[in-house]
């Protein structure tokens, strides 16, 4: 398969799991508040950014102090649309981290559904509520600073030249995209009992078909109010990505050993003899 291919056949997966907005409302509009809650957050602390924007520039400018009023102007007016854009940029590679932690329960429904429905669901591990929760805000932390340490370096090459206007953007979104799908994916992963670093070599197996589920992912939380919509519909969908890449990542075929999912839709299968429902 091409690249183009596997890039647009990980991208239909966020489309199947928008599906459930039709088959399963109640439980995606249960899955759109934890969103919501952290977006409001993040509005409220981007509007407090903004609103002492202009006190950081002059705190960060004194050497400003002795040029003429007009050029510290200038130079104190571009620092302050940094901070401002800075704070964005930390504020969309930290959202999907965060507004998992806070909405672990609402989210293993949505996975827990998903699973069942493709069959094959994982067993329960056994770790302890505790234990599990431990390993899963551990693995958010790191994915955390890792993600806020990419958005830092790309902002600063956002002020070169030419890169900074073409190949940056691209970059963000290409990273941006690759560690939200890490950081979906945890549900689907943990359960099988797998490590962050297995989940990682698991998902790099087909990069492409990874990337194209995350990059549109990723590129759908810029849309306004699009992280509220697509939020429920990326961890259905992450589900989906994570079974085909641990199959994968075993040498198996997937699809192989759980039953497929019809093509149009996430809708409840039938019952089969034989079937667990």
Do not use: C
Not at 171 to 193: K, N, P, Q, S
Not at 246 to 272: F, H, I
Request: aromatic letters at 8%; a positive charge; zero cysteines.
């Amino acid at each position: 398969m091409s690249v183009v291919r596997e890039f647009a056949s990980g991208a239909a997966l966020l489309g199947r799991g928008l599906r459930l907005w039709g088959t399963s409302p109640r439980l995606m509009l249960l899955g759109a508040v934890p969103a919501v809650i952290v977006g409001l957050v993040f509005v409220g602390l981007l509007v407090l950014v903004n609103g002492y924007a202009d006190d950081v520039a002059v705190a960060l400018t004194p050497f400003a102090e002795a040029w003429p009023a007009w050029q510290a102007q200038v130079v104190r007016l571009v620092v302050g649309l940094a901070v401002a854009a800075l704070a964005v940029l930390l504020a969309v590679f930290t959202f999907t981290a965060v507004t998992l932690l806070v909405g672990d329960p609402f989210y293993e429904r949505i996975w827990r559904h998903v699973e069942r429905h493709e069959g094959d669901a994982p067993a329960d591990l056994g770790t302890g509520f505790w234990r599990g929760l431990a390993k899963s805000v551990g693995d958010s932390l790191r994915l955390l600073l890792a993600t806020a340490s990419i958005g830092l370096l790309l902002f600063a090459g956002g002020f070169v030249p030419v890169v900074g206007q073409t190949v940056v953007p691209v970059l963000a979104a290409v990273t941006g995209g690759w560690f939200l799908t890490v950081e979906l994916t945890g549900f689907a992963f943990d359960a099988r009992g797998r490590t962050l670093r297995e989940r990682r070599r698991a998902l790099g197996l087909r990069r492409a078909h990874t990337l194209g589920f995350g990059t549109v992912t990723w590129l759908s939380f810029l849309v306004p109010f699009g992280a509220v919509l697509v939020m429920p519909a990326a961890v259905a969908g992450a589900t989906l990505l994570a079974r085909e890449a641990d199959a994968a990542a075993r040498g198996a075929t997937p699809g192989v050993s759980a039953p497929p999912t019809p093509p149009s839709s996430l809708t409840p299968p039938v019952p089969q003899k034989g079937r667990a429902g």
